[in-house]
């Protein structure tokens, strides 16, 4: 089969297209034809081996992520967290899917999505693609999608509050904005000029252009601040939350969290209703996974990149 290959850290040329063994099912797992993934800034942050959390931590978690990721480079040499696609093989123990069905998942720092087939276990984070989203459109809900779900559940937001999005157009943020209204929030989105069309179609309820208006000095106070980008200076969002305010870092709350297959299935009940949908700002043939890098190393993607896997007939 056809995978990308990582053996060192490095810029998008490090990633190569080779010929490796298509894997096998064990017992426990299923194994899956990809027609999906994507590129976010966590993948080229592993990739660069950078956190970004753009503070003095960096140069400490730089030798923690050398420990967990691989000294020189991946361990894992197939990188890519999320898929859609589906179930060509089963194990012999496995019950929930069956051959045939179409499902999304992410592999979290298991990696492997970015080539034609990936193993899963049966109770990992996988679930039935929802029935009214393509393979492109649903394979960012299992990453981007549940880091915003998880997040705004922990601000325990409540109906009618205040809650601004900043980086409203993002891979997170779009998914952010529509979840938090949902909940029932009155939401202010941070964007850009070029953005701001997307994100009111998103359900925002103000927007704010942040090339020409700072949130932190119009005097308005928030019920919670969710930063899907993790660029809010710390000194800045306090004089912005209400006293009861809670504020939320992608960065720092990412790393306390822990995926649910649930939550899985809960997007995908809010997708088929019609209250979550995928923006998709480009999309990439496997084959060009070094350009789509290149293009979200530059940091102003809109939405979600995807990655189309082809399979050729047999």
Same mark, same amino acid.
């Not at 880091?147 to 891979?171: D, F, M, P, Q, W």
């Not at 953005?195 to 932190?216: P, Q, R």
């Given at each position: ?23 096998? !099912? ?20 592993? &990739? ?17 992520? &050398? ?6 480079? !991946? #361990? ?5 967290? @999320? ?9 012999? /123990?496995?019950? &929930? ?23 899963? #276990? ?13 393979? /492109?459109?649903?394979? !960012? ?11 705004? #559940? ?8 205040? $809650? ?81 305010? #809670?504020?939320?870092? $992608? ?31 480009? &999309?990439? !043939?496997? /084959?060009?996974?070094? @350009? ?17 896997? @082809?399979?050729?007939?047999?």
């Amino acid at each position: 089969m056809k995978a990308v290959i990582c053996t060192k850290y490095g810029p998008p040329e490090v990633l190569q297209i080779k010929e490796v063994d298509k894997p096998f !099912p064990r017992p426990n797992e299923v194994l899956i034809k990809i027609s999906a993934t994507t590129v976010h800034i966590g993948d080229t942050k592993i &990739r660069r081996l950078k956190p970004g959390m753009g503070t003095i931590k960096d140069f400490f978690f730089k030798p923690l992520m &050398r420990i967990i990721l691989g000294f020189t480079g !991946p #361990r894992k040499k197939i990188l890519g967290m @999320e898929l859609s696609g589906e179930i060509e093989a089963i194990g012999k /123990e496995v019950t &929930r899917f069956k051959i045939g069905d179409p499902v999304f998942a992410s592999t979290e720092f298991r990696f492997g999505t970015y080539a034609q087939y990936c193993c899963i #276990r049966e109770n990992g984070i996988l679930a039935v693609k929802p029935a009214n989203m393509t393979h /492109e459109e649903a394979v !960012p809900v299992s990453n981007a999608g549940i880091t915003a779900l998880i997040h705004l #559940r922990k601000a325990n937001i409540r109906e009618g509050e205040k $809650v601004l999005i900043y980086g409203a157009s993002g891979s997170v943020g779009t998914y952010a904005v529509q979840i938090a209204k949902y909940f029932g929030a009155k939401i202010t989105a941070v964007c850009s000029t070029s953005n701001m069309e997307l994100v009111k179609s998103l359900g925002a309820d103000k927007i704010i252009d942040y090339t020409k208006e700072d949130f932190t000095q119009n005097g308005e106070t928030y019920d919670v601040i969710y930063d899907a980008v993790g660029k809010i200076e710390s000194s800045k969002r306090k004089k912005s939350l209400s006293k009861s305010g #809670r504020y939320l870092n $992608v960065l720092t709350v990412s790393g306390n969290i822990k995926l649910k297959v649930e939550d899985l299935y809960t997007l995908k009940v809010l997708c088929e209703a019609g209250k979550l949908k995928t923006v998709i700002d480009r &999309r990439y !043939p496997l /084959e060009e996974i070094v @350009e789509a890098h290149r293009y979200v190393d530059k940091g102003h993607k809109k939405g979600n990149v995807v990655i189309t896997v @082809e399979h050729k007939a047999k």
